[in-house]
Every structure is written in C-alpha cells, then in structure tokens.
C-alpha cells in the first residue's frame, strides 16, 4: 500500500488540467485566477490627496508665512487647479489630486480659516507630500498586482474592479458528480426501513465542494449493480470531468467499481493507501475523456476525509495537540478535531475520536482532522501536526 504523501504526488502529477474560463466581474465566486493580472495605469494614478485640509507650496511655508489666502475648494474627482500664486493655497478633499504647483498639505486640525484665509495655528514640522499618496507609489503602470493562481478572495476582487478587469480568466472548476452507490441507500427525503439508510456522505461531500468553487457538482444514486454502474459511466465520462464514487471502492462481493473503471479504460493510480480511515481510496483518469475518477470509500467519516485530503485543494495548518492520543498501526491516521485559538495565537486541537469511520455524528462537534503521521504509534500533548478545516 502507498502512503499518503506518495497519493498526494500521484494525484497531482495525472489530474488533468481542465483549462480555464472566463467569469464576470459581477458574479465573483470562489475560483483561482489562471493568469497574472497588471495594472492598467499607475496606482494612486495622480497625487492622491489623504485629509480634508489645504494645498500649499511647502517653500512658502518653509520661510515662515503662516496665513494664506484661500484660491478655491478642490474636491475628488475633477481635474487639479494649478497654484498660481505661491504664497495662496487651495481647500482640498481626500481624494482628490494635488494642485500643481503644490507640495504640502495641512489638515483641517491644524487650521483656523477666517474671512477665505487659511491661518496655520499648530506649526508641526510638517513636510513636504506628508498627506500625499504618490502617483504609482502602489504600482508602476503596466506592474502584476495579481498573480496566477491567486485565490480570488474579496481583496482581489476589488484589484481586479479597479484596474477594469471586467472579465476574469480563472482555473475551470471541474464539472463534477458524486455518485452514491448502494442499494442501501435511498434519498433524504424517504423514510428509511431499518436495514436502509439516506445518503447523507453526497450530500456532505456536495456542499464541501460548492464551498471550495465547485459551482457544477450535482448528485446521482446507483445501486450496486454492473450493468447500470457500467451504463451510467459511459455516459457519465462523457459529461462531466470529475467524478467522485462513494462506496463499492473495497472488498467485498457487490463492490463492483474498480475492475469496472479499468474495464472502461480507466488508468488506475491509487488502490488502497496506508491510512485510516479511508483505506481502500481508488483514483484513475479517463484518459481520452480526460475525466478524473475518485473512489472514496463509503463509511462517511472515510468518504469526507478523503475528499478534503485529496480532491480539495485545502492548504493545511499546523495546530497543536492538546492531549495525548495513540494509534499504534503503521498508518497514517486521520484525527477529528475541535480547534481552540488561544490569545497567543496558538491553535490547538482537541481530539474528538470517532467510535470508527461509520461515527458520522462524532463530526458534529469538530472542526477538522489533524494528520498523525504513520511512522508514529504515540502522539503527545503539545505536539503539531497538519490540521485540515472542514470546508
Ligand atoms: N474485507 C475487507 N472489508 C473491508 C475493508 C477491507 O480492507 N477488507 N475495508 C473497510 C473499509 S476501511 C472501508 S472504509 C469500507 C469501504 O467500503 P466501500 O467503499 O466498499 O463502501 P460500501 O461498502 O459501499 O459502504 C461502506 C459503508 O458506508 C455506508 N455508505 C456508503 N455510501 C454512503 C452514503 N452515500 N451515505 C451514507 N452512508 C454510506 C454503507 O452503507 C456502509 O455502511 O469497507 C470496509 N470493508
Ligand atoms: O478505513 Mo475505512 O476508511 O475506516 O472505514
Ligand atoms: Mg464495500
């Protein structure tokens, strides 16, 4: 069996890479830029005023004159006046761009204006462009504010409106279905017999991939069975470029999915990886498809783990153990948490152990899963190991 480390690279070098798209400034959803974006002309783009106060002429000022005649009000968004008499000022807003001719500016604070003078009243050494955010101080025309594959949170977005980006080029979410197999399994909405259960793993997975961008995943039910396993793959490697199966992965007599994806051409990279839960994962691509094939495994704890593990792209953290745990099997285990953020910015987490991975209510009073690696049996207090949050 491989380890999950060698999973992680054999996922990563044989995903396909399903190109980009483009979406509109006006729906920015959660999506990784596909390339660098520049600016379109320097930033601030003129001499941007910072406070509500004066313009002057910082050598006037220098000499020692201290009153000065007001020539106008310059407010934002209009073309700057030039200072044509050096010993007068200007009023001046935030935001709007220095007049020419002017090198400093004074708040209001530090004003007394009487009769269209402006009286400087607290004499600082005030210096010259002090309240000034220089032309392309922020960037030169033509620099990279965003790089390729930024994740496109709020700041972003805003980058992009103000340098006109209307149409972002972003990494095309896959089109994505979970399949549910079972014969066990029926809908959310029926009332379940005894022996059956509702397919509560796709409905989890579902809304852990709409969280990270997925914005097409939908859901589908297939019983155990090979020739509709079989029909709906054919069609389904047609339409959609990942498909996530959720049980059948394993041993036993009705857990068809495997020989059936290799029947169909799937190349397979991943049967089985040293780690609990989640143990028998399968991974293939549909190479002329260019569909990629996960087969989680079905108990729920099993099936999400490895969805946040290897199917999202979730950058972990490190969090602190805050009591001992052992696990004394040479894999890699998979610890639910509870995270505690201290007021020295310390994370810790507090183990919220499963019964085992069919413990699906265990989860509700967790955050994530810490990562204990397989050459260690016994972990410590006060230890740090990778913590994946729940998306
Ligand atoms: N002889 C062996 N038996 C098993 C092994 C093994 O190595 N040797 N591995 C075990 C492990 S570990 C896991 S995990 C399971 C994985 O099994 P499958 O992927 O084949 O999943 P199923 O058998 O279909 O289901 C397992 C379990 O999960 C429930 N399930 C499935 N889908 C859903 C769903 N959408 N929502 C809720 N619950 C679901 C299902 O009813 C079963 O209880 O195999 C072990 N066996
Ligand atoms: O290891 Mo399986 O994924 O526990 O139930
Ligand atoms: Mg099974």
Known sequence: MISVETAVDLIQQHLPNWGTEIISLSEPWYRRLAVAISSDRPYPPIDRIMVDGIALRWAAYGSGQR??????????GEVPPTLTD????????????????????????????????????????????????RCGSDALAGQQVLAAGTPLHSPAWGILASVGQIKVPVRRPPRTQ??????????????PQPYQLRLSNAYALMAAL???????????HLPDDPVQLATHYRQASQEYDLLIYCGGVSKGKFDYLPQ??????VQQYIHGVAQRPGKPLWFGVDH???TAVFGLPGNPVSSLVCLHRYVLDIVPLYARLSSP???EKPLTYFLPVKLEITKNAELIAHPRPMQNSGDFLALADSDGFL????????????????????S
Do not use: K
Request: glycine share 6%; charged share 15%; hydrophobic share 40%.
């Open 325 to 327: 745990f052992s696990f």
């Open 288 to 290: 002329t498809q260019q």
């Open 371 to 390: 990562e204990l690696p397989a050459l260690q049996g016994v972990f410590a207090a006060g230890e740090c190991y990778r913590y994946f949050p729940w």
């Open 178 to 191: 979970i399949i549910a197999t079972g014969n066990e399994l029926i809908p959310p909405n029926e009332v």
């Open 260 to 265: 059936l994806w290799r029947d169909h051409g």
């Open 67 to 76: 009153s000065f005649p007001i020539l106008g009000v310059v407010p934002a």
């Open 86 to 133: 050096p010993q007068a000022c200007f009023e001046v807003m935030t935001g709007a761009a220095l007049p020419q001719g002017c090198d400093l500016v004074i708040p209001y604070e530090a004003l007394e204006i009487r009769d269209s003078i402006a009286h400087i009243r607290h004499p600082e050494p005030w210096s010259p462009y002090q309240f000034v955010h």
């Open 210 to 220: 709409r969280r990270q961008g997925y914005t097409h995943v939908s859901i589908s």
